[in-house]
Structure formats: C-alpha cells, structure tokens
C-alpha cells in the first residue's frame, strides 16, 4: 500500500474541487489562517496479554515499552471568505517511528504515515440560515505493526461527506441537522487478509438544538446505518453484516477567559449480526486555562463504558471501535520558549477496545512535544 499517493490523489480532487466551486476572480482571496510544523518525542508502556487477530506473528506480552519520534505538519487556507459564502481547505499529515520492546521473539520498529485533508464549503441561505458542506479523506500506513498489547490502528483509506443546515435562532434556539456518509477500506497485505472485514460504508443523520449565552447547551441525537460488505451473518437470506446505531447527547460549553466544556452520549448499537451488539455511555471534558508565566493548561478526557447484549466465547471483530468507545485522557502544559515557536509537555492514558470485542489494551506515556508557527 502507498498510502502517501492516495493522499496526493485526495489532495488533488479536493483542490480540483475547490476550484470548481469558487467564482471567477476569487483566487485573490486564497489567504493562509494557520500553518503548524510540530515535532515531539514519547516515552510509552503498555500493557495487556491480547492476542490481536488482525497480527499473524504470535508474540504478545503482558507488558511492552515504546520510544517515538514524531513529526507532524498540519494548516488551514481560506480559499473564498465572503459574507454570502465561503470555501476553506484543511490538511493534516504526520510520522511517527516505534522503538519497542518487551516482546520474546524479536524487538519491533513499527512506522506509521497519517494524512487528512478536509474541505469545505458555506452558503447562506437568506434569512433561513447557512448550508455547509464538507468532504475528506483520508488515509494511514503502517509498517511492522507489533502484535499486543503495544496497538497500532492498521492500515487504511477513508472518504467522507456531510451536509449541514444551521438554522438562524428563533426565540434563540439554534436548530440544526446534517446527513453523513463515509466509506472506510483497510488495506490487507498477504498475511493479513482478516484486515477485509473491517472494510465499512456509513450513511447517517443526526439533529440538534444550541441555545444560552455566555454558555450554551447542545443537545442531539442521530441515527447511522452500517454496512461490513466483507463480514457475514451465517443467514442465506440475509448474508451481510449490517448495524443500526442510535445516540443520544448533550453538551454544556463555557467560553470566558477560559474555555471548558462537559458532554455526555449514550449509543445503542443493533445488528443483524448479534455478536457486535452492545450499549455504551461516554463522559466528555475539555478544558483550556491560561496560567501565571505565560503558561497554559490544556484537559480532554472521554471516560466510555461499554456492555455487549450477547456474551459469546468466540473473538468478535469490532471494526473501528477502538476508537469510537476508547477512554482518553490528556493533560498538556504549553508554554512559549522563542518568537513563533511553543513548547509542551503532554501526559496520556487510554484503555481501548483491540480488533477483538470486550478485550482492552491500556496506554501510557510522555511527551514532549515543539509547534513552530512560521506566520505569528
């Protein structure tokens, strides 16, 4: 998989894209908003005796240690900022490189590309309100990705859409509603052909209503259906895995001389398959709070618990969920060391569900991490 030319090829049909849906004379108004190099080095450990069926070598451990380097280059560019409309492109690409150890048969050097591009488009619609449309894609390569508990989400190309409607207030309230899609393919080299069945295309919409001021509260709910083209049911007359998934959630967000937002989710998932069935709640916190010597503190917690209908004896593939009902912690100190340039301390946890369902893998680590601006 060259994971970097499919970026290119998402890259050139966004600003293919882009340049469609800008007017005549509008190249004047392409201006840069922000652009950021970022660099950092972690230590991490790991632990967790797991067997992740998506790695053939059988060399898991109860505990694993990783030193990462990482370099990383992300930005935004107003292609049209008018009153009337506007169009905006956003791009994001990393590398980080494993030093691990703890394992019996041979120490690992896992290699990992990330790269997203995102793009979107503004309309206001009168007195009604804004029509916003979004599109990306994106994609992740790995190479020498370990077996447990050191996890590495494999390999894979993404694309997505939304359409959104934001309401003017009436009675200040905010309503607003947006349809979804996004189609996932994980790539599956020779050994690894099981990295099919992780393969997905989504269809959702969801709702939603903002009101207050200086605070607000948000509260939604949404609806998605999917599809795993590659995973079956074991039923003639209905072959193909599909799931129905329902959320419901609110939001409380603060905006002041800090910032600090609350949230809370509760996601019923419903297939025709029963093994990935299962309900989970998550709690959200984010907070950002400037400090004394120029220093700041940055907080984003999600706590997810999770309990599956159906227990079964057997692994269950749960695609994508690593990440959809992990718990996260961050806790990041930034202060600025040069003109331009900013200088962290980051210290994470996450417990996450592996590639098998109902088995979870913990992560720790440090970091230190430098963002250089070149604009400031």
Not at 3 to 8: D, I, Q, R
Not at 47 to 70: F, W
Not at 300 to 305: I, P, S
Not at 337 to 353: C, I, P, Q
Request: aromatic share 10%; charged share 20%; net charge neutral.
């Amino acid at each position: 998989m060259r994971t970097g030319h499919g970026l290119g090829a998402i890259l050139r049909a966004s600003l293919l894209v882009a340049g469609l849906l800008l007017p005549v004379g509008a190249g004047a108004q392409v201006t840069w908003q922000d652009l950021v190099f970022t660099g950092g080095i972690s230590a991490e450990g790991y632990r967790g005796n797991l067997a992740a069926v998506t790695v053939p070598a059988v060399d898991s451990t109860d505990a694993a240690s990783a030193a990462v380097g990482e370099m990383g280059v992300r930005g935004s560019v107003s292609l049209l900022n008018r009153r009337e409309r506007g169009a905006f492109l956003r791009f994001d690409a990393g590398l980080r490189q494993f030093v691990a150890g703890g394992f019996q048969v041979r120490d690992y050097a896992p290699r990992e590309w990330v790269g997203r591009v995102d793009l979107s488009y503004r309309e206001t619609l009168g007195s009604l309100g804004e029509l916003w449309v979004f599109g990306g894609g994106g994609g992740r390569r790995v190479q020498d990705r370990p077996p447990m508990p050191l996890y590495i989400q494999p390999g894979y190309l993404t694309a997505d859409g939304r359409v959104r409607l934001q309401l003017y207030p009436m009675r200040g309230i905010h309503l607003d509603g947006q349809l979804f899609g996004e189609f996932a393919d994980y790539r599956s080299p020779r050994p690894t052909p099981q990295l099919d069945l992780l393969d997905r295309e989504v269809l959702g919409v969801e709702v939603g209503a903002t009101w207050g001021s200086p605070w607000t509260i948000r509260v939604h709910s949404g609806f998605r259906a999917t599809g795993y083209r590659n995973q079956g049911t074991f039923d003639p007359a209905d072959p193909f895995r599909r799931d129905k998934t329902l959320n419901l959630g609110a939001t409380w967000t603060l905006r002041s001389s800090f910032f600090a937002q609350a949230g809370v989710e509760g996601t019923l998932n419903r297939s025709n398959s029963s093994r990935p069935e299962y309900d989970a709640i998550s709690l959200r916190a984010v907070m950002s709070v400037p400090l004394p010597q120029e220093l700041s503190v940055n907080l984003f917690a999600v706590l997810t618990t999770k309990r599956y209908v159906t227990k079964t004896d057997f692994a269950r593939l749960v695609p994508g969920e690593e990440a959809d009902n992990a718990s996260v912690v961050y806790l990041e100190v930034v202060r600025p060391l040069f003109v331009n340039l900013d200088g962290a301390v980051r210290f994470a946890w996450n417990r996450a569900e592996t590639d098998i369902g109902d088995s979870y893998f913990e992560r720790f680590g440090a970091t230190f991490l430098v963002r250089f601006r070149p604009w400031d």
